[in-house]
């Protein structure tokens, strides 16, 4: 059982489980920009992507098959490989007393296991038990714009379509709408093989498991994990993900329906003030966010608030956020960012 | 002024003011298609793109130059040329006794003019005084699914978010998505030239002007041609209107709240026996609707339909239609099939 929530106050030893995928790629990009404190970086895959070497900050690291003596003397596990070796793993990583921030959606429900958009809910961070999760992609970018306002106002109901880039189903997915695009535009199209059907000039409902309630897991996530980390149990939210043919950013149409009356205006104005958003909104050049405004950016892009023609006490709004940066591995080194001691001992 | 709302009785002299764009082209083959009764077919244009030679049934037309007294002898216009070129017309084709059926938003809300989708209100047409309009795209698709619905409880409000195709701006605008797509993938990305920004990989909420409210016109049309389509004057409806890189269907996100509660069963049955409505839902293997299903088709595409969870009183689905097709051409041509003596005679 570990003594302190905080990560030890020293350079760490890190390990990257998933490396090789676009969310790990991005990943070790963004500990490099942060400076994030580490000594040793360990790239941990399948035996599959074992021996794949990689250039960080002027070193080469070797890619090593991960196996159950893989955490010994690791501080900090960053995991993106998939819920199932997330789960393979966690009790070596528990054993040797690392901290996992997991991007799977394997431990995000689980009571013990904060669930956590740093700039959101921060606090929670602390009370882990030795894993954090975060949160799925365009929940995140969802809750950066529902907290602030609810602060305003109690959510009543939110209603959001995304507009979801092929990042979310990884590198492969990104290369494959390159790749039968390509081959669209030569007259001949070629069947997908890593998604469903082909998204060369195409678009489709998320293909994630379907439930019984014929909400796909995708919105299921958003509905459940955004209850959890707004603190909001009853939110009521329904969602329809729809993946497009982008290639690394999520957009996403939000109605937000509130207790009370908000005015467009105090909404924009708590937006700007919040953290992680970039406000774009040039009504006289119709110029809002678009995915190519997020591209390798940390922050959101909101824009297009105004009052819901449908409902006085509702809201209508735009965002775009990169999937693979704030969408999943910036999160995961922000929540590390909390863990480090000497951030707290400068508050 | 006329006496009777029908055409005369015999194959018609037809006019199609701008017979060379995207919807023009499909206009000639679908009345092709559905041997819309034609003894002389006249294409008129600019007179930029006058001198253009045309096949039709086996037959060299050459496309002349709209001048006023182009609509002598005539007895059926289509539009599609835009509102300026439909208002500058207007009187002539009136004068001439000619009826217009336009495709342009120029008349769509005026009052004496009918504003039709022939599964929804056909009854509409016969009141008209020379000019039938054609609804917006995004509209006749959404008509074509909340009409019925409406039948079984009514319609409290709408929530709707589109994907739409470049076609909606017409075919340089197709043309422009597949040049900057392959310029994007050669690695050499170009600024748009047609439409505000590039839809290579990328999307954007709809370029139409803004309204003080903040809504588009786009979103606008949606709200204000759905309630005089489906005659419900009240009707709340709020719509946020995205251009995704698509070539010629669009796709709509759609949340219906019901006075009572409709049962998920009860609205598929509904929609499945409605006109102009395919029904796509395998949950097995979650199969839903496609931009890529409805291509070149006279049906709009349904499924999805699913029991909002945020409340007991409203249904999600999913719908895509060929924006060209359905969402233009055809339903031209079938408001004036309705115009058609021998279709009533026959019943």
Known sequence: MRKSPFLPNKPLTVAILGSSGAVGCELLKILDERNFPISNLILLSSSRSAGKKVFWKGNEIITKEVVANSFS???????????????????????HNAILIDNSSAFRMSEHVPLVVPEVNPEAVLGHQ???ANPNCTTI?????????????NIKRVIVSTYQSASGAGQLAMDELKFLTKKY???????????????AFNLFLHNSPMLENKYCEEEMKMINESRKILN???????????????????????????????????AIDKLKESRGITFIEDINS????????????????VGRVREDLSNP???ELWLCGDQIRKGAALNAVQIAEILLQKNHDLK
């Open 73 to 95: 003397g690791v501080d900090l596990v960053f995991a993106s490989a998939g819920g199932a070796i997330s789960k393979k793993w966690v009790e070596s990583i528990k054993k």
């Open 130 to 132: 030795g894993i954090i």
């Open 141 to 153: 970018l969802l809750a950066l714009v529902l907290s602030p306002l609810n602060c305003i106002s």
């Open 185 to 199: 535009l030569e007259g001949d199209p070629q069947k997908s093989q890593i998604l469903p059907h082909s998204l």
């Open 232 to 266: 909001i149990p009853n939110l009521k939210l329904s969602a329809t993900c729809v993946r497009v043919p982008i290639l690394r950013s999520h957009s996403e149409a939000v109605n937000i329906e509130f207790e009370n009356k908000i005015y467009t205006n105090e």
């Open 286 to 301: 119709n110029r809002f966010p678009m995915p190519e405004d997020v591209k390798e950016k940390d922050n959101i892009a």
């Open 313 to 315: 006490n509702a809201l």
